[in-house]
């Protein structure tokens, strides 16, 4: 110990301690990663439920633009119509 040398049982505790630190580290790691992929799998499902409303939505204006488009020139000529 006096040459500033570890003796063999510090170096092996200090062994012990770094793969300890090492596979915590993996562990924590692995954890980590699968709760990102469940958040991630459960923003994908919400995304696709907003996804297939916005779809709804725009075809029922797209229905509604339609309609109204078939019934403006029947308007104008009952407009015009109303004029004479």
Request: aromatic share 8%; glycine share 10%.
């Amino acid at each position: 110990m006096g040459n500033g040398m570890c003796s063999r049982k510090q170096k092996r505790i200090f062994q012990t301690l770094l793969l300890l630190t090492v596979i915590f580290g993996f562990l924590y790691g692995a954890m980590l990663y699968l709760e990102l992929q469940t958040q991630l799998r459960k923003a994908e499902a919400v995304a696709l439920k907003y996804q297939q409303h916005q779809d709804s939505l725009s075809a029922q204006l797209q229905g509604t633009v339609h309609l109204r488009g078939r019934a403006w020139p029947t308007s104008l000529r009952a407009n015009a119509g109303l004029g004479k």
